[in-house]
Nanobody, 126 residues
């Protein structure tokens, strides 16, 4: 069982930056691929970014490429999402996810992740 707790959400003006963090309870954190998803009001949940077990591979949604960076700290069981040049359309609840099948997760943004956090709200205003 893996428990995930997101933090770092909040209000930010368009063009600004925000960093989300996800703390994982798993003692074997480094064996999980980690990812961020988001759900905007009235929309389905969508993939944002993923990172492999050791952080050597990453995958991004086209909508965030060049603006968002996913990173992980296996020593501290955390994964981060650095968000720059934020836009109002980035407004959503952001969820952290974990899955043991790292190769499949990093090949497919539609991969079904096994564990999920509760989410943190990000609101971008003009």
């Amino acid at each position: 069982q893996v428990q995930l707790v997101e933090s770092g959400g909040g209000l930010v003006q368009a063009g600004g930056s925000l960093m989300l963090s996800c703390a994982a309870s798993a003692r074997t954190f480094s064996t999980y691929a980690m990812a961020w998803f988001r759900r905007a009001p009235g929309k389905e949940r969508e993939f944002v970014a993923a990172i492999s077990r050791k952080g050597r591979s990453t995958l991004y949604a086209d909508s965030v490429k060049g603006r968002f960076t996913i990173s992980r700290d296996n020593a501290n069981n955390t994964v981060h999402l650095h968000m720059n040049s934020l836009k109002p359309e980035d407004t959503a609840v952001y969820y952290c996810a974990a899955d043991p099948d790292s190769p499949r997760a990093l090949m497919n943004p539609k991969h079904q992740y096994h564990y999920w956090g509760q989410g943190t709200q990000v609101t971008v205003f003009l």
